[in-house]
Structures are given as structure tokens and as C-alpha cells.
């Protein structure tokens, strides 16, 4: 009941920028936490940054001085702004929200098929 769409994902060199966006579509659940995971080949699913519909954010240690996580609430979108990128930040990047509760269900999480970050000279 939850579709998540990302764009923006492609390759760039080290040292630049890329901003990925999510648009959150739903009729039946209102959306609490947004926010990125990616995960690298060989590597476990991590949490990059995450934002509640207050604003207040979180982010994995790698990239606390260089990515910003911004949304929209009246558009159920949101964003990832990428600077500074390293080979190290290479991964599929997965959009993720968290549903409110509702009488029928609990709060769910749903992730994004995913967009591909490529970091390489």
C-alpha cells in the first residue's frame, strides 16, 4: 500500500555531489520517518540519514559533514543531498518510511526498490 520511487542515482566522481529524491505514494497510511538506507555488495543494509515529519535528523557517522536529508511533507517526498562524495559511499541506495500505526495495523516500514551510487575517477 506504500510505493516509493528514488531518482537520481548514477555515477560521479569523487569529490562530488548528487542529490537523490523519493516521492512516497500511499492512500491509507500517513508517514511518520523518512529517511536512506544503502548497502554496499558484501555489506548489511545500513542507515545513511533519516528525518521525522518534525525535522529532527540522523546520520550514520561516514556522513554527518557531508550529506543533508531534507523533506516535504505536503508532498510525501524526500531528499538526500550528497557532497564531498567518496569511493566509499558507492552503493544501492534504498528510500525508506515508517507508517503511523493504524486501528487495523501497526507501524510499518517499507524501503524503495533502489537507486544505484556510483563513486569512481
Known amino acids: 500500500q506504500v510505493q516509493l520511487v528514488e531518482t537520481g542515482g548514477g555515477l560521479v566522481q569523487p569529490g562530488g555531489s548528487l542529490m537523490l529524491s523519493c516521492a512516497a505514494s500511499?492512500?491509507?497510511?500517513?508517514?511518520?520517518?523518512m529517511g536512506w538506507y544503502r548497502q554496499a555488495p558484501g555489506k548489511q543494509r545500513e542507515l545513511v540519514a533519516l528525518?521525522?515529519?518534525?525535522?529532527?535528523?540522523n546520520y550514520t557517522d561516514s556522513v554527518k559533514a557531508r550529506f543533508t536529508i531534507s523533506r516535504d511533507n505536503a508532498k510525501n517526498m524526500v531528499y538526500l543531498q550528497m557532497n564531498s562524495l567518496k569511493p566509499e559511499d558507492t552503493a544501492v541506495y534504498y528510500c525508506y518510511v515508517r507508517t503511523d500505526g493504524t486501528w487495523w495495523q501497526d507501524e510499518v516500514d517499507y524501503w524503495g526498490p533502489g537507486t544505484q551510487v556510483t563513486v569512481s575517477s
Open positions: 500511499t492512500n491509507m497510511f500517513k508517514i511518520d520517518a
Open positions: 528525518i521525522t515529519k518534525g525535522g529532527s535528523t
